[in-house]
């Protein structure tokens, strides 16, 4: 059974940095493409950031672009989101998803295997 298990959500002042985890239980973590997406209360959940399965081309939500940085470390099955200059608009429940078969990498149902998620409050 395929698990994703988020974590390193919390509360952060606006300004400050959270990193968060995802660890993957995939055999084959590194032919997945991985994505970041997130949902705020009474909203859709949105994309955030997204990397391909080599780690060598990256993407972003215009929302976050220099602010967050997604990596991984294909060796140990895990996605990283790098969260730096969060402010109130950043608060929502942060979901990895990975993907075989991507194509845009913004697109939800690219995804085949979904985490529960973590929950990132900024406060203001």
């Known amino acids: 059974q395929v698990q994703l298990v988020e974590s390193g959500g919390g509360l952060v002042q606006a300004g400050g940095s959270l990193r968060l985890s995802c660890a993957a239980s995939l055999r084959t973590f590194s032919a997945y493409a991985m994505g970041w997406f997130r949902q705020a209360p009474g909203k859709e959940r949105e994309f955030v950031a997204a990397?391909?399965?080599?780690?060598?081309?990256?993407f972003y939500a215009d929302s976050v672009k220099g602010r967050f940085t997604i990596s991984r470390d294909n060796a140990k099955n895990t996605v990283y989101l790098q969260m730096n200059s969060l402010i109130p608009e950043d608060t929502a429940v942060y979901y990895c998803?990975?993907?075989?078969?991507?194509?845009?990498?913004?697109?939800?149902?690219?995804?085949?295997?979904w985490g529960q998620g973590t929950q990132v409050t900024v406060s203001s």
């Open positions: 990397i391909t399965w080599s780690g060598g081309t990256t």
């Open positions: 998803a990975a993907g075989r078969v991507v194509t845009t990498h913004r697109q939800g149902n690219e995804y085949d295997y």
